[in-house]
T-cell receptor, first 114, second 111 residues
Framework: DTEVTQTPKHLVMGMTNKKSLKCEQH?????MYWYKQKAKKPPELMFV???????INESVPSRFSPECPNSSLLNLHLHALQPEDSALYLC?????????????FGQGTRLTVV | GENVEQHPSTLSVQEGDSAVIKCTYS??????FPWYKQELGKRPQLIID?????GEKKDQRIAVTLNKTAKHFSLHITETQPEDSAVYFC??????????FGPGTRLSVLP
């Protein structure tokens, strides 16, 4: 299994809603990432989890809250988002911190905030 | 801070011609350089990567070269085909785990 699976594929939410994005991998990878990608832009790193611990938070607003319940799962909890947060949210995983190997990306969740 | 520059931002070539995309990076400690291809509405997918102990790597029609002294690396696609049309991102890894992407190159292969 070389897949990173993200759910849902599409999400429309109001500014007062609370929702969660989910990411799952069964490759035994110990580093997992959340990226945000706006149209015609590169993915921008939001968070890195290494061995289930948050190791990088790229100054992301607190309305985005990551969670890593176990080594296979990564969640992104969303609350009180703004329309400018609409984007493609990509999850990725790699074997572990420091191994300098490929990051495998999920297909993304296309989020629209109305 | 970490920075990856990429040129050109758009590139159009005739089918069968070669395409070259160039990237530079800021951190001399970076030692892993992947290239991702992203088709419209899809996830980025790795097409080739290179590590700092290697100067060149080739996989069929795709090759990557790395000049660590100059801190730049390039993607070469030969015999381009319409299905090569996509956005290509170079990336460098910083601090062993932080992938930073270049701004992307939109490649169009014209039949």
């Amino acid at each position: 299994d070389t897949e990173v699976t993200q759910t849902p594929k599409h999400l429309v939410m109001g500014m007062t809603n609370k929702k969660s994005l989910k990411c799952e991998q069964h490759m035994g990878h110990r580093a997992m990432y959340w990226y945000k990608q706006k149209a015609k832009k590169p993915p921008e790193l939001m968070f890195v989890y290494s061995y289930e611990k948050l190791s990088i938070n790229e100054s992301v607003p607190s309305r985005f809250s990551p969670e890593c319940p176990n080594s296979s799962l990564l969640n992104l909890h969303l609350h009180a988002l703004q329309p400018e947060d609409s984007a493609l949210y990509l999850c990725a995983s790699s074997p572990s911190e420091g191994t300098n190997t490929e990051a495998f990306f999920g297909q993304g969740t296309r989020l629209t905030v109305v | 801070g970490e920075n990856v520059e990429q040129h050109p931002s758009t590139l159009s070539v005739q089918e069968g011609d070669s395409a070259v995309i160039k990237c530079t990076y800021s951190d001399s400690a970076s030692n892993y350089f992947p290239w991702y291809k992203q088709e419209l509405g899809k996830r980025p997918q790795l097409i080739i990567d290179i590590r700092s102990n290697v100067g060149e790597k080739k996989d069929q029609r795709i090759a990557v070269t790395l000049n660590k002294t100059a801190k730049h690396f390039s993607l070469h696609i030969t015999e381009t085909q319409p299905e090569d049309s996509a956005v290509y991102f170079c990336a460098a890894i910083f601090y062993g785990q932080n992938f930073v992407f270049g701004p992307g190159t939109r490649l169009s292969v014209l039949p």
